[in-house]
């Protein structure tokens, strides 16, 4: 009862297995906006200290900056270890580094979403633009060499004294994924559905347990409406954990963070869904690589309780907590660390989703 043609089908069910398969492979997620992406080199040289200030660039200098990086950053990605890469659309359009990451086996994906607007009702809640043209522009990236997209939508979390998330906002952003995913669908592109639970506030592990399940589950219920072929897209969720102004914070242990995790992935996930690959968001890279690794040690341990051996792959699409060393190299221009720091952050994101 598809309205999507078989071959069209079968092409997004087989990218989406290949993007979390052979278990262990992942996405590196790389497409930051230009204006993120400046700002993240900025960020880097200031910590690389010198007394003169900020270095100014042009925007000629700075888009050839980013270009550099990454054509710097792809050259060191392998498909052993990383299934695919997502791209901005300045990186897949205008410098055309598709191709680089295809030639070598990874599948290339493109940042689907636009910017936020505030919500009207909730000032703290946002709304993600960027449904208008979509179609075209997703067709745009197919053209350009991509297969699978990316949407990301900010879900505030905190403690139920302080109401968030309204239930406006879980509601738009559900709407809003689900129409992103069916419009994927329709241009030929893996959706990849990322609702990211903020953990900046005050919730507990608890009240952030609840809210990824609901938003989650919420989803899939509009997924269902808009007809979306849920075999052939991949969910990018959070790993629940306590908000950093929860006195909880000071002493997470990742087992706790990965039962959670794995509780509200087997709750929330329809089974149909090929694989999960979560965000890093933020956290330092060698804490989103050990809680990854508990979970997945969770979901292979013997004693697991049977709905979490039947979980699909879980494993990451990572974007800070793979490049964030890396860019501090390359700003100081030392282009072997910055392979060094990539590869090993790739292989060890590699290890932690088999569970070694
Ligand atoms: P982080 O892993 O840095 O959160 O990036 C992943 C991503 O794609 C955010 O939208």
Known sequence: DSHLSPSVAKELITTAQALVGPRGRGIYATDESPEAMDALFQAAEAGDSDEQGPKKYSDSERRERRKEWKKDAYEVMSSEFVSGVILSSETLLDFNLGPSLTSKGIIVGVRAHGELAPLPTSPFEFIVQGLDNLLSNLQAARAAGARFSKWRAPI??????????????????????????????????????????????????????????????MIYARCREHGVLLEG???????????????????????????????????????????????????????AISYLSAVNALVNSSSAPSPFTRLPPLTFSYGRAIQGDAIKHWVSGDKDSLKASLEDACKSCYRAAKGD
């Not at 329709?186 to 609702?195: K, N, R």
């Not at 087992?255 to 890093?280: E, N, Y």
């Open 156 to 217: 505030a979390c905190t403690s139920p004294a302080l109401e968030l998330p309204s239930q406006v906002s879980l509601d738009v952003q559900a709407e809003t994924l689900a129409m992103f995913a069916a419009i994927s669908q329709q241009a030929g592109l893996v959706p990849i559905v990322e609702p990211d639970v903020e953990f900046s506030a005050d919730a507990s592990l608890e009240r952030s347990v609840e809210v990824h399940e609901k938003a989650i589950g």
């Open 233 to 287: 897209t991949l969910l990018k969720p959070s790993f629940p954990q306590p908000g950093l102004k929860h006195p909880s914070r000071s002493n997470i242990n990742p087992k706790d963070i990965a039962l959670a995790t794995v509780t509200v992935i087997s709750r929330s996930v329809p089974s149909a869904v090929p694989g999960v690959v979560f965000l890093s968001g933020g956290l330092p890279s060698s804490v």
